[in-house]
């Protein structure tokens, strides 16, 4: 099983900065595509941002700029640090992981894993 916990959020004021991490742990063979996703109290969930092995990065819009996403493959660790906040860019931010994990028994299975959440909050 394939476990992700994020870290790194809080309480901060308009465009101050946080930095979220996030580390997964497991059997992991591979992993291809990490991201970050948030959700707004009574809104879907969405897409922040999303990074490939080979550090490729994507972002919505309403980010872009001002957010940007790395990753440690060394360590299947995934970051987003985040200036310039505003108060909009509170939720709960979930990272996201997919891959390869090794079985105890078979062939390596495909992954999807998501991590607990941690709240970001942004006051005005």
């Known amino acids: 099983q394939v476990q992700l916990v994020e870290s790194g959020g809080g309480l901060v004021q308009a465009g101050e900065s946080l930095r979220l991490s996030c580390a997964a742990s497991g059997s992991i063979l591979s992993i291809n595509l990490m991201g970050w996703y948030r959700q707004a109290p009574g809104k879907q969930r969405e897409l922040v941002a999303t990074?490939?092995?080979?550090?490729?990065?994507n972002y919505a819009d309403s980010v872009r700029g001002r957010f940007a996403i790395s990753r440690d493959n060394a360590k299947n660790a995934v970051y987003l640090q985040m200036n310039s906040l505003k108060p909009e860019d509170t939720a709960v931010y979930y990272c996201?992981?997919?891959?390869?994990?090794?079985?105890?028994?078979?062939?390596?299975?495909?992954?999807?894993?998501w991590g607990q959440g941690t709240q970001v909050t942004v006051s005005s």
């Open positions: 996201n992981a997919d891959g390869a994990a090794a079985q105890a028994m078979g062939a390596p299975r495909v992954f999807r894993s």
């Open positions: 990074i490939t092995g080979g550090d490729t990065a």
